[in-house]
């Protein structure tokens, strides 16, 4: 188990890709830290793993006040964040015209600036120990573009934007053991998809990414398992994907 005594906060952890990818680092060693909003959900995450290798916290990354307490749990239960898993994510399916701007605020300040402030608390733990991985979960939504999801679609198209930016910040030189990426793990059947793979499957493509070795890729988009590399017809794949996702 490559994760033993690893300390993995994941956000979303409650239901879906965040469940799964909790259990999988559970599973494989890990000391994991989940936040969602709902207690019941949390409950049967831990449920799924090894006893007494998971603990919940109940709160919103869109809420400064609930990561921070997120953080300072995991702080005093095991000292340390090794890995951040920004999984948690908003997708209402509402056309654009018919949502409203509460709507998209509240996309916006989960999806973006929700990864955003767990990255803020995660990395300053990590540079000052010199060692830490990001895993920043997107997602096809911006590139196909999909009807109906625009609010979801538009957020996500800042997530390799951030995870690019934070990477550029860091000095390779002096931290070559800090990571910060972006995963595309694939499409599962979740709540906010009846398409797709199991939502368990998601973790092996995140155990690649959050096990890369000091000096490994950083900054770059992952999609399972390997780098992305976007080439001549790329998009239209992309486009055939997303077109799944609303059964058109």
Known sequence: MIFTDKVVVVTGAGTGVGRGLAVGFARDGAKVVGISRTAADLARTAELCPPGSFHAVVGSVASEADVERLFAETIARHGRVDVLVNNAALYPKRLFLESSHREWAEVIETNVLGMALCCRKALPGMLERGHGRILNIGSFAW???????????????????????????????????????ELLPGVFRTRMSEQGEDPMDAYPHAR???SLPSG??????????EIFVEHVGIRAKLRRIAAKLVGR
Do not use: H, M, W
């Not at 538009?154 to 002096?174: F, G, H, N």
């Not at 490994?216 to 398992?225: D, L, M, Q, Y």
């Open 143 to 181: 590139r196909g573009p999909i009807p109906g999801a625009s609010a979801y679609s538009t957020s996500k198209a800042a997530v390799p934007v951030l995870t690019k930016s934070l990477a550029a910040e860091i000095d390779r030189a002096r931290y070559p053991d800090v990571l910060v990426n």
């Open 208 to 210: 690649v990414v959050a």
């Open 216 to 225: 490994g890729p950083t900054g770059v988009t992952f999609v399972r398992s």
